[in-house]
């Protein structure tokens, strides 16, 4: 279903910049769309747990996204690419035992800086940079969680398109991972409303998320009956 509807895109948008890359030899953001492409693909791949499918991929992914950086220093949602390998290839490795035998060179803290500069100046990439660092500073355990500061980030988000689904289920797990108990409290029930009325994107399946997330901040709280 959508899965295959999914990967077959990503194969054919490989496809359509390997064909461009041939007519436009070195171009830039032909390189950066190649690597994008290999980039969600490995990332897909370390989802379902295939690692070494997900390193081969991003490997290609880097040396796409390398080059477009080479090429042109300032295209800088070429920094999101760089900046997920840096961290990941760089994190991963620490719990996954069989990238713990290969040398992915990654390095978390220079990945965080690229991800900050994508973030900060990328034109394509602008709001993927800051979703992973949201992902970042909620589940890093070596020194980088900040939920606190990834509650202020998806506001802004929010703030930006507010009708966004996947922004408002993200501020959920923000509020409650940094503690803000009543927040999560009235932004799952506001998130239940829009279920409610049948709002765009606001899905029926989404309905017990927002309730789980409800009764545990209650339970946090100190509102047991409430939960």
Partial sequence: GLEKEFLRRIDTSIEKAQVWLKARPGNPEVLMTLGGSYGMKSRWDATRGKWLQAVFDGRRAMAAVRAANKADPQLYDAYLGIGMWEYYADVFP???????????????????EHLKLAAEKGRYGKIGAQLV???????????????????????????????????????????????????????????????????????????????????????????????
């Avoid at 069989?98 to 965080?112: F, N, S």
Wanted: hydrophobic letters at 45%.
């Fill in 94 to 112: 620490r719990f996954i035992k069989v990238l713990g035998r290969m040398m992915l060179g990654g390095d978390r803290l220079k990945g965080i």
């Fill in 133 to 227: 660092l949201i992902e970042i500073l909620l589940e890093d355990r070596f020194g980088a969680k900040d939920p606190k500061l990834a509650l202020q980030m998806i506001r802004k988000l929010r703030a930006w398109l507010p009708n966004s689904p996947i922004f408002h289920q993200i501020e959920q797990v923000c509020a409650y991972e940094a503690g803000e108990y009543a927040d999560a409290v009235s932004v799952s029930e506001e998130y239940l409303a829009r279920i409610d009325r049948k709002a765009l994107n606001y899905h029926e399946a989404e309905r017990a998320r927002a309730h789980v997330t409800i009764g545990m901040a209650k339970w946090r709280s100190g509102d047991r009956s409430g939960a």
